[in-house]
């Protein structure tokens, strides 16, 4: 992803999604308002990904609420002038609310699942009656699919033109119906993902592209590719030069594990590593854009840790799920807040400080060329990047192109000291963003960033002369 400069954009952000009636956070405290906007972009968070329901766009068959979409603009403006991108995401879980769900409005839910076994979130999915309702909307016998387009079609005709816009998830988690037990294998199902998946994508695309040429629309695999299946999207070229891969990493046996009182399995670390490998084949695949869109969900500082430091490895961004708990009908953990940044949703001061300390990690929100590697060691707190000084596009970056880099104070209380190759320090010192601007003739540019005492004291062990030898 590039921003309008051809700089690299490297998004670290949160998922804020309002799950029941209206389907809108509300400009209150526990809602969303300018303080929530400024809580993010001081704490180095540059991208959200905004939930805007089926249910809430198009409440009636073939009928848009343009009231809907004025509440979510709301947020999406405020989002925009503090320099935060917006991923609109049609959010989805359970198919509906008959499903101890949320996402597609009830004129489109099946009739005659009474007396089908009922579960909630997740172990629902796996229900009969949950299975019908996708095979339905995949099968498409009464034309869902045209209504759930001309929804996306109203949502892009609204927002192509808006600042900081990021795209469009054209559906959250799509459940593959009574395909899901092929889908479960670590082939994946290539049957599904091409036949129905990946044909369902390019006729919303094609609508979208419309009425919108030029923001990216971004496509999920099948749910369970977070844990591990393959996925097959993308084996049939899709002709769009704007897409975007978004994808969820969680371990099915995390659960299991934590219960047992320890840390990461080798199950979850070979799993998790295995998602990130497929993504990047999927992403090259589609020749696509990449991000994280979902992680975490819970309080494990720790692994939230570990999966941050797996993107920066793969070099892609990541959206942690939940920014706030907003009453969140589906997410384990429900009615604990676990998924939530903060003990209280009223409450911004009452922010998790572990949690945060996991997920404010310096990095590079905008390159003035392309990254090679950079991340970040917690434990020495010290943070690397190097980038080439030619862009994405392949032209020598502008002179005086700014890198900028989020140095969070959450790591770095008394300040930080940097060392640049290749550039110099624009910024002022200790700013919470730092700007580089490469040199001239440099082809590449490292950054180290690391406690401005740790560095002062290796600094002045070097430059003390030797003791003299006693005489």
């Not at 766009?57 to 991108?85: C, E, F, N, T, W």
């Not at 387009?149 to 033109?161: E, F, I, K, L, Q």
């Not at 009425?211 to 002709?239: C, M, T, Y």
């Not at 911004?348 to 572990?354: I, N, P």
């Amino acid at each position: 992803m590039v921003d309008r400069e051809g700089r690299v954009v490297i998004l670290h952000g949160v998922n804020a999604v309002w799950k029941q009636a209206p389907y809108w956070p509300p400009d209150s405290v526990d809602g969303f308002t300018a303080a929530d906007a400024d809580w993010l972009a001081e704490h180095g968070f540059n991208a959200v990904r905004l939930g805007v329901l089926f249910a809430g766009v198009m409440p009636q068959r073939g009928v848009i609420d343009h009231g809907y979409l004025d509440r979510m603009d709301r947020v999406v403006k405020l989002l925009a002038s503090r320099q935060i991108y917006v991923m609109i995401d049609f959010h989805q879980d359970l198919f509906g609310e008959s499903y101890a769900g949320e996402g597609f409005p009830a004129w489109a839910h099946p009739a005659r699942t009474d007396g089908l076994l009922r579960a909630g979130f997740p172990l629902g999915y796996v229900t009969p009656r949950v299975s019908r309702a996708f095979d339905g909307f995949w099968n498409d016998p009464e034309g869902l699919q045209a209504a759930y387009a001309d929804a996306w079609v109203a949502v892009a005709a609204r927002w192509r033109n808006a600042d900081y816009l990021m795209g469009y998830d054209l559906i959250n988690e799509p459940w593959s119906g009574g395909h899901w037990p092929a889908c479960a294998r670590p082939g994946g199902c290539a049957g599904f993902e091409q036949d129905k998946l990946q044909t369902f994508y390019e006729r919303v695309l094609a609508d979208i592209r419309a009425v919108d040429r030029d923001n990216i629309v971004w496509i999920e695999p099948q749910v369970l590719f977070e844990f591990g299946a393959d996925s097959h999207l993308g084996k049939r070229p899709i002709d769009d030069t704007q897409l975007g891969l978004s994808w969820h990493n969680y371990c099915i046996a995390a659960p299991l594990v934590k219960a047992a009182g320890g840390g990461e399995s080798k199950t979850c670390t070979a799993l998790s590593r295995r998602v990130y490998r497929n993504a990047d084949a999927v992403a090259r695949r589609l020749g696509s854009a990449s991000v994280l869109s979902e992680f975490g969900a819970s309080d494990d500082a720790p692994d939230i840790a570990r999966v941050a430091a797996r993107a920066d490895e793969h070099r892609v961004g990541w959206m942690y799920w939940s920014y706030k708990d907003w009453g969140d009908p589906t997410t384990q953990g429900q009615g604990t807040g676990a998924q939530s940044m903060f003990l209280r949703d009223a409450d911004l001061a009452s922010v998790k400080l572990a949690k945060l300390k996991a997920l404010e990690r310096p990095f590079p929100q905008a390159i003035a060329g392309v990254p090679l590697a950079y991340g970040f060691d917690a434990d020495s707190r010290r943070f690397t990047l190097r980038y080439t000084t030619t862009l994405a596009s392949g032209q020598k970056a502008p002179r005086n192109a700014v890198t900028l880099v989020h140095v969070p104070a959450v790591h770095y209380p008394q300040g930080y000291a940097v060392r640049v190759s290749g550039g110099r320090v624009i910024s002022a010192g200790n700013a919470r963003q730092l700007q580089i601007v490469a040199d001239a003739a440099a082809s590449e540019v490292t950054v180290n960033v690391q406690p401005a005492p740790l560095m002062d004291a290796q600094l002045e062990r070097r430059a003390s002369p030797p003791a003299s030898p006693a005489g």
